[in-house]
């Protein structure tokens, strides 16, 4: 073991028996990495002096709208002054909440025409992320716009495009890429700890009617209440469906199922942690199971994925799963198999199991030397000390080591401080448009081999099928 890695190792053990003392820590101190505090937005930036807010509006007050604006709002420097949404409630609610000063309206373009709002959220439908990300970051606005960043594979370029043809700061909000527990899981895979990687085994179970999208529906849910063309934009034309415009994540027209909704969080992750571009290969299965309310997207979903070898990692295989209908009670993690050990990451903490192969394989147990002749096992014995002989005894490392993160951590807060980070001091987002398709991609091509029931050949560097 190098002393790099012995250094680190012995950091990682004090800090296992010293968790008890830092479990009250700061948001944003990583546990092995003391030099990382928590992101300050009172220096002065490009943009904006030491007294001045970075003054934002959520457009698509849902639940994720309502969890940006509350961790956006207790990032020091940012004030929210507005909100849009289609449906009156969520628009009412959110002045109950941020007060009557907060400017709402049902039109993301009455947002964009402000020069007061420095940075939208976009946690809109899927369908609409693309247009009001390229439309916002033409106004001159920075963007962060909930994952998947699109809802189909081939509106992804112009993105990344707009991106770079304005410079504008746009971010994609799946936060597991600005987590101390990824962070630690790729220092870990970059230090080698798993020697040569394999295989990966991800999945995001859930057993509720809620995980499952059957979202409540207000009593007063009406066309007096819904802007129902607006949010249809173009989708197909049908009838007003309040079941539609608040579970739009069941159906094909606004969302991308369980893979453009959780595949994207878990590509996201792995794609951090080793560096990866993403796949070439992608099957997906599965089917509707269970949640059999009128969606058309399945409930169980299983990828199977063919990473090449490239000068970050060797080649692996990647099985992916999600199930909402999971007896267990749900769950997720990542496991990445390797030669000499597995890393297993969850939502708080990521834990490395040691179990390297020996360099002598050792013969006799149930092998096929118990087989030969007295002879020819001696001939065998002699012809194995001849190649193994030189071979020293080693002493056993750990076979677990765990990090987990401070009581409070809240990775969420950290991505979208990431993104202030950006907008005031230039610094470079965590999750550019780039790899926002990398990790949309193979998601959206996975929807695409289901209904299409066939293998998807997809170019990682190019971001877009062969």
């Not at 604006?69 to 969520?90: E, F, M, S, T």
């Not at 998601?443 to 050949?457: C, D, G, P, V, W």
Request: charged share 20%; hydrophobic share 35%; glycine share 10%.
């Amino acid at each position: 073991m190098s002393n790099t890695n012995k250094k680190s190792r012995r950091n990682f053990i004090k800090h296992i028996a010293g968790s008890a003392l830092i479990s009250g820590a700061t948001p944003g101190i990583l546990l092995g990495n003391p030099n990382r505090h928590s992101l300050s937005l009172l220096q002065p930036g490009r943009k904006f002096n030491a007294n001045e807010n970075i003054q934002i509006v959520v457009i698509g007050m849902g639940i994720q709208g309502f969890a940006n604006a509350q961790n956006a709002v207790n990032v020091p420097g940012v004030k929210l002054i507005g909100a849009c949404d289609l449906y009156q409630g969520r628009l009412d609610h959110t002045r109950e909440v941020y007060g009557n000063d907060i400017f709402t309206t049902k039109s993301y373009q009455e947002v964009l025409d402000r020069d007061d709002v420095d940075a939208v959220f976009i946690a809109t439908t899927d369908h609409w992320h693309d247009k009001i990300s390229i439309a916002a970051m033409e106004k001159g606005k920075a963007v962060y716009c909930e994952k998947p960043m699109v809802h189909h594979l081939e509106e992804g370029q112009a993105v990344i495009d707009t991106q770079k043809k304005t410079g504008a700061v746009f971010q994609v909000g799946s936060q597991r890429v600005s987590s101390i527990v990824y962070e630690k899981a790729k220092e870990l895979f970059d230090a080698g700890e798993l020697g040569q990687l394999v295989l990966a085994e991800i999945w995001y179970d859930r057993h509720s009617a809620l995980g499952a999208w059957q979202y409540s529906i207000p009593p007063d849910a009406s066309k007096a209440t819904i802007d129902w063309k607006t949010f249809l934009g173009d989708a197909p034309e049908v009838p007003f469906d309040p079941v539609r415009f608040f579970r739009w994540r069941n159906y094909q027209a606004y969302g991308t199922g369980v893979a453009g909704d959780l595949f994207v969080h878990l590509f996201s992750g792995l794609h951090l942690i080793t560096s990866s571009l993403g796949p070439t290969r992608i099957y997906g299965t599965g089917g509707l199971r269970f949640w059999k309310d009128g969606r058309d997207v399945p409930d169980v979903v299983l990828g199977s994925y063919d990473y090449p070898e490239t000068t970050a990692h060797p080649a692996f295989n990647v099985q992916m799963r999600v199930n909402f209908v999971d007896g267990s009670g749900g769950g997720s993690q990542i496991r990445l198999v390797g030669s000499d050990g597995v890393l297993v990451i969850g939502g708080n903490s990521v834990k490395l199991q040691k179990s390297k192969l020996p360099e002598a394989p050792g013969y006799g147990g149930w092998d096929s030397y118990n087989t030969f002749t007295e002879a020819t096992q001696q001939a065998f014995e002699k012809q194995y000390m001849e190649r193994y002989g030189h071979v020293q005894p080693q002493t056993r490392e750990p076979e677990e080591l765990e990090y987990t993160v401070p009581n409070g951590y809240n990775e969420h807060y950290e991505h979208i401080s990431n993104f202030f980070e950006a907008v005031k001091n230039g610094k470079p987002v965590i999750e550019d448009a780039s790899f926002g398709l990398r990790a949309a991609g193979p998601a959206l091509a996975t929807n695409k081999s289901y209904f299409e029931n066939r293998i998807i050949n997809w170019d990682p560097e190019k971001m877009k099928v062969t």
